[in-house]
């Protein structure tokens, strides 16, 4: 009976035969150390090349395709593969980096007009704060708006991406404001 119709309990009964032989055999003796185990598996495989167990592998004399990513989905690991060798990005990263480019500057534009507005309140005159208080609500819709169109986007990135321990949490205002220790402009802002 070949090996391949073999069930596995005959196998592991031939197996088991074969090993009792093996040590029965005069000369051959169970390895000791970890050098004996060495030659003995070098041995057994050496056998098996001479005996031509390795002549009819599949991909033989070809590169092997050790290119699996084990994070991609056994469904897109083809795509995955065809934007490597292109040198390409899957839309969803590009358009990730995208966003979270625009809400750095975002927030860098926000802490500089705030760290203008703080010292430019410190040297201000009554009359020109009063100017300033009105500027607040200009400033603060401006902001706003910019959030809106930016958490709209934000919304549609996490629907697009496959993992969602990347998702980009959506930004607040007032949130923002506070982590710029300028919470106070929200303050009698019509």
Same mark, same amino acid.
């Given at each position: 009976?070949?090996?391949?119709? $073999?069930?596995?309990?005959?196998? @592991?009964?031939k197996h088991k035969a074969d090993e009792a032989q093996s040590t029965k055999t005069p000369g051959?003796?169970?390895?000791?150390?970890?050098q004996h185990w060495q030659d003995l598996v070098s041995g057994r495989i050496e056998d098996a090349m001479q005996q031509g167990a390795f002549d009819n592998l599949p991909g033989r004399g070809k590169p092997l395709k =050790?290119?699996?990513?084990?994070?991609?989905?056994e469904e897109q690991q083809m795509a995955f593969? =065809?934007?490597?060798?292109?040198? *390409?990005?899957? &839309?969803w990263i &590009?358009?990730? $980096?995208?966003?979270?480019?625009?809400i750095a500057a975002l927030r860098s534009q926000m802490k500089q007009a705030v760290t203008q507005q703080q010292r430019s309140w @410190?040297?201000?005159?009554?009359?020109?704060?009063?100017?300033m208080q *009105?500027?607040?609500?200009?400033? *603060?819709?401006?902001w706003q708006s910019t959030i809106d169109a930016l958490n709209k986007r934000i919304k549609s990135l996490n629907l697009q991406q496959p993992y969602t321990h990347l998702e980009? *949490?959506?930004?607040?205002l007032d949130e923002e404001l506070a982590h710029l220790g300028a919470d106070w402009l929200t303050e009698n802002a019509g």
């Open positions: 009976m070949s090996q391949e119709k $073999q069930n596995p309990t005959e196998k @592991a009964a051959k003796t169970q390895p000791k150390s970890m =050790l290119r699996r990513n084990p994070y991609t989905p593969n =065809l934007l490597e060798d292109n040198n *390409l990005t899957p &839309g &590009g358009d990730r $980096q995208k966003v979270q480019n625009d @410190a040297n201000a005159s009554a009359h020109e704060r009063s100017e *009105l500027e607040r609500p200009y400033h *603060l819709r401006r980009i *949490l959506v930004l607040k």
